[in-house]
């Protein structure tokens, strides 16, 4: 009996590998052949956190194009138009919320992350007077008094040794969005520790890769029996974090007494269009989606700028020569002054695709009728997604694209001829179309802001332990990044 059993099993797996690899829709694509006929590959990689760094070997070898699951394929984008295609408006395609790509939204309440089409709209249409031109100006006073903050701190902790300025980053990005999203400080500078709730978001991205697989292979039950009640409750602890910080918050509105705030509850209360209401459970969920997505991000890329201009003083150089010949005085540096600076904005561009501070793919499900992607025909139903690290790494791309050089985003002209076919429009840090990044004008002024101030007040210098392999790092959904050692040497600023 049990050989017949092992026997039906034997002819099962090999039937759904001959199936997998030969008749099943996507058999004609490129790509790894263990990938295709398994989960397992992509998850093992995951788990690990060598994922982007695998898929982008794997594109080097098998093109824009191939598949890498059973029915999921990644997609290194060689233009803009993959980009609208996959995730524009013509119709959208479904994002996919499960399986292989970001966990799924779980039970209860989705945030604007994993709403359907309809919930997203309203959701976005809620939100976006919080990120309005209007709310940045609003804004601004609040960013430079953490600008300002971040910088005395530096200044105060510089003759101690040297520090890891990441965790300065963190605890001034984590403080900004906390005042947007919440209405109130983390308090990290004022500590120059983490709070429990964004420490607790730090070390759990890393869980994220485990839950992934745990859902994929249908073992979620089995999981759940064998955590401990107090664990359970811990998490759930944590996750209800943002309903409390937003019921006090509203609680403020009940008494009258937020009108002062400049957050994402006061715009929501602004914005009288019925048809853009949202829940508090909604607006709890979606509070604590910003205060996670919009600051880690930027104090990731805060720490890639500050090690890749390091690590090629040319660059250093001539990027403090613009910034302190530009802002003779700290009051200069104002929200409309900081973009406009043309060797900084180079910078920014070739950090962002050297480094994408947000590496995860974004996959999304093929509508009826199927879509032809890079040359490839794909099925209704197949997930794909855009892998950011890949498509900006990709020599059919960028010439030379191991190289950080600023000098490839001058205009025609102005750049090495050998930069002319580079297919910069890829690169699209914020992703694209209509589920693209709703902070991405706060971010792009925030990152600006503190970096120029850097720049300006403090002379930089890598430490030994940190001039070597720092962007050697896995992801767990986001990078999984080391401490970074630096030398700070104020200058005297007016």
Not at 132 to 140: G, I
Not at 338 to 353: D, G, T
């Amino acid at each position: 009996m049990l050989r017949i059993d092992v026997l039906k099993l034997l002819v099962s797996l090999l039937t759904w590998i001959i199936y997998t690899l030969f008749l099943h829709p996507l058999a004609r694509l490129p790509g790894p052949k263990l990938w295709a006929i398994s989960q397992f590959p992509w998850h093992w990689n995951s788990i690990n956190g060598r994922l982007a760094l695998r898929l982008d070997d794997l594109h080097a070898q098998y093109g824009p194009i191939m598949r890498i699951c059973p029915n999921e394929v990644s997609c290194a984008a060689t233009s803009r138009e993959t980009w609208k295609l996959i995730h524009g408006h013509r119709p959208e395609m479904t994002k996919w919320n499960g399986g292989t790509g970001l966990p799924g939204p779980g039970k209860g309440v989705r945030d604007i992350s994993n709403a359907d089409e309809e919930n997203h709209a309203r959701m976005r249409k809620a939100m976006n007077p919080a990120f309005s031109d209007r709310a940045l100006r609003d804004q601004e006073g609040m960013l430079k008094l953490y600008v300002e903050k971040l910088m005395t701190k530096l200044r105060e902790t510089a003759g101690d040794g040297p520090l890891n300025i990441m965790n300065f980053f963190n605890w001034t990005t984590f403080d900004v969005i906390g005042e947007l999203a919440f209405g109130e400080s983390f308090e990290g500078l004022d500590k120059l520790h983490f709070h429990p709730w964004v420490a607790g978001f730090l070390d759990n991205a890393r869980a994220i890769t485990f839950e992934n697989a745990i859902v994929s292979f249908n073992l979620s039950s089995i999981v759940e029996a064998f955590i401990p009640k107090r664990l359970k409750e811990a998490r759930a602890n944590f996750f209800n974090f943002g309903d409390r910080k937003i019921e006090v918050r509203l609680a403020l509105e009940d008494k009258g007494e937020g009108k002062d705030k400049k957050d994402l509850v006061r715009y929501m209360m602004l914005n009288v269009d019925s048809s853009a209401e949202m829940s508090r459970r909604e607006l709890a969920k979606n509070a604590s989606l910003v205060a996670f997505a919009g600051s880690e991000t930027s104090g990731t890329f805060c720490s890639g700028f500050v090690y890749l201009i390091l690590k090629h003083p040319e660059v250093y150089q001539k990027l403090c020569d613009e910034v302190r010949s530009t802002f003779p005085k700290k009051e200069d540096v104002t929200i409309l002054a900081v973009p406009v600076l043309k060797y900084l904005n180079c910078v920014v561009q070739e950090v962002f695709r050297v480094y994408p501070p947000a590496p995860a793919t974004l996959p999304r499900v093929v509508p009826a009728g199927g879509e032809s992607i890079e040359g490839h025909w794909i099925p209704q139903g197949t997930v794909i997604g855009i892998n950011q690290f890949s498509t900006n790494q990709a020599a059919r791309n960028f010439h030379n694209p191991k190289r950080f050089d600023p000098s490839r985003w001058l205009p025609e002209g102005e750049r090495f001829t050998e930069y002319d076919d580079d297919k910069r429009s890829v690169v699209q840090p914020f992703s694209a179309g209509p589920r693209n990044c709703l902070g991405q004008n706060l971010a792009n002024v925030e990152i600006r802001l503190i970096l120029c101030r850097l720049l300006m007040e403090f002379d930089m210098e890598l430490t030994e332990e940190s001039n070597e392999h720092w962007l050697d790092q896995k992801v767990y959904v986001v990078w999984e990044k080391k401490p970074l050692m630096v030398k700070l040497r104020p200058r005297n600023v007016n």
